[in-house]
């Protein structure tokens, strides 16, 4: 029976199972498929509802995480939203530590759901609007200070192996199951590594020569072994010129993508005239990925990719013109 089958007893309940959408229009030139997993669909709008609710839950069960305890967490807005939903049903006060160079909005969602945003200044030299890896140092120093000043659970999504199984248990096995097993290609834009650490361990389970890509910013590919030349990439959510990642198994890498800002925001924009989907900056920058795949070394076989989260987390910054 599916969620749409059954009351359900709270919002948690209603986190994945999202549809698998064919990309039909942006690749009707193209040799190939695009099957996109709608990811910005579940309740907080991004693919971080999964791990929020896999982490929480997990640590529940272990015992780490205590009735009432304080859930922190260093967030670019989605996994802190994520967290801030289900903090919010399981009566867990939550702490987002966000970068003042993400999006206002998602500030404002977290707080919406009850959540205590914390602002961390930017690195000095830094643009707004685009987070580095510097910066994002900055957030984490606060984030720990916090955990400690409070007493409270680090939800701690670069670390966790929570964060990689709510992937291999859910979104892979229902990516499987839409598809019916039919995928030659799976692409990803890497942030905490967790989407691409777990879905590329469930895919290749069940058939390794499923070729896996990782996404990153051109000018920013660290985990690609590439010298850093555009930290102030636009694209949110990854690319923090990070070369390693607890996470990710470096066995189940294929190969490396890299997607510009500016082919990034044209995606996303198609998708939104051309397929009616209204994403961010990261689903943009995966479906130009995949795209540039179809267009090489994969034409007229499946990439499956996912459409990270919404569009409406990016209404006050140029994207939407």
């Not at 000043?149 to 192996?161: L, S, T």
């Not at 990439?233 to 490396?256: A, E, K, N, T």
Request: one cysteine or more.
């Amino acid at each position: 029976m599916s969620i749409a089958d059954r009351v359900l007893p709270s919002v948690v309940e209603a986190i994945g199972n999202t549809p698998l959408i064919e990309l039909s229009r942006l690749t009707k030139i193209i040799s190939g498929r695009i099957l996109a997993k709608t990811e910005f669909l579940n309740p907080g709008h991004s693919k971080k509802d999964r791990i929020a609710r896999q982490i929480v839950e997990e640590a529940e069960a272990s015992g780490e995480l205590r009735s009432g305890q304080t859930v922190v967490e260093l967030t670019s807005g989605n996994t802190g939203t994520g967290l801030a939903l289900v903090c919010a049903v399981k009566g867990y006060p939550f702490v987002a530590v966000m970068s003042k160079g993400n999006s206002p909005e998602r500030a404002r969602m977290m707080t919406s759901f009850g959540a205590e945003v914390v602002l961390v200044d930017q690195a000095q030299g830094s643009t707004p609007g685009q987070v580095s890896g510097e910066d994002l140092a900055l957030v984490d120093a606060q984030t720990r200070r916090i955990v400690q000043e409070r007493g409270a659970f680090r939800a701690d999504q670069f670390a966790r192996q929570a964060n990689s199984r709510a992937h291999y248990l859910h979104t892979a096995s229902e990516i499987l199951e839409q598809t019916r097993g039919d995928v030659d290609v799976f692409c990803d834009f890497v942030g905490s590594g967790g989407t691409f650490a777990g879905c590329t361990a469930r895919l290749k389970e069940y058939r390794q020569e499923i070729k896996c890509y990782i996404v990153e910013p051109e000018g920013a590919a660290a985990i690609a072994g590439h010298p850093i030349k555009a930290p102030k990439h636009r694209i949110q959510g990854g690319g923090y010129s990070m070369s390693h990642l607890d996470l990710l198994d470096p066995r189940q890498v294929d190969g490396f993508v890299q997607v510009s800002d500016q082919q990034a925001m044209e995606t996303t924009r198609r998708l939104a005239r051309e397929e009616g989907l209204f994403t961010g900056f990261s689903s943009g920058a995966n479906v130009a990925a995949a795209i540039q795949l179809l267009s090489a070394m994969h034409k007229g076989q499946t990439v499956v990719t996912l459409l990270n989260d919404s569009g409406l987390k990016y209404l006050f910054g140029d994207l939407w013109r």
